[in-house]
């Protein structure tokens, strides 16, 4: 069956330190991935995805992902993180069983200490 | 990209009334979806509405208890139906972009819906 995890429930960082937010998926065929961010409060906004070809990706406000087919993996990355990137993560599969149904890891609260 | 208007924002409701949740995109659509976000935990679809059929319903989601509308390409409407404290959660109405099945999803702001 097709899931989604993110092993860690909370991640607390310093401002200004580097971030690794971890995905693993399970899909019998290529995925397509995607990062969302929810901050308190608001709907999902899209940082990242990823359909095919180069497997790091770019996203907004300074993240990226790098896809890792023989790890399962889809872990989202920043270099510096600010204050203002404190709100939940969530990794998710689109594209399921041919149709534009998305399965959602359970999350990651962020939070950034001063 | 698509602009997705959710209302109400937020909700307190009595315990075995019913809520119905607007969904407006701007944009034409052949699918809008519902997903449900209890607390502290993942969004989970309840249902794909389709224009001009029934919804598609998960497992463990019912038409009684969920029943949707959509009348047209740009709006559907969720019902959550004889209410009980399990039922507060947010909920998000979503539509996927233009193109192919991994298009990204678009989502509105949620109903953070609190029954007492």
């Known amino acids: 069956a097709q899931s989604v995890t993110q092993p860690d429930i909370h991640i607390t960082v310093s401002e200004g330190a580097s971030l690794e937010l971890r995905c693993n998926y399970s899909y019998g065929a290529t995925p397509y991935l995607f990062w969302y961010v929810q901050s308190p409060g608001q709907g999902l906004q899209l940082l990242l995805k990823y359909f095919s070809g180069d497997t790091l990706v770019q996203g907004i406000k300074g993240f990226e992902a790098e896809f890792k087919r023989s790890q399962s993996s889809f872990n989202l990355r920043k270099p510096s993180v600010h204050w203002s990137d404190a709100a939940e993560y969530f990794c998710?599969?689109?594209?399921?069983?041919?149709?534009?149904?998305?399965?959602f890891g359970t999350g990651t609260r962020l939070k950034v200490l001063a | 990209s698509a602009v997705i208007s959710q209302k109400p924002s937020r909700d307190i409701c009595q315990r075995g009334t019913s809520l119905t949740i607007q969904c407006q995109v701007d944009?034409?659509?052949?699918?809008m979806f519902w997903y449900r976000q209890q607390p502290g935990q993942s969004l989970t679809l309840i249902a794909t509405?389709?224009?001009?059929?029934?919804?598609?319903?998960e497992s463990g989601f019912v038409i009684d208890k969920f029943p949707i509308s959509r009348p047209n390409l740009t709006f559907s409407t969720l019902t959550v139906s004889n209410m009980s404290p399990e039922d507060s959660s947010i909920y998000l109405c979503?539509?996927?972009?233009?193109?192919?099945?991994?298009?990204?999803?678009?989502f509105g702001q949620g109903t953070r819906l609190t029954v007492v």
């Open positions: 979503s539509a996927p972009g233009q193109g192919a099945m991994g298009t990204e999803a678009f």
């Open positions: 998710a599969v689109g594209g399921v069983s041919g149709t534009y149904k998305y399965i």
């Open positions: 509405a389709n224009q001009g059929s029934e919804a598609t319903y």
């Open positions: 944009s034409q659509v052949t699918m």
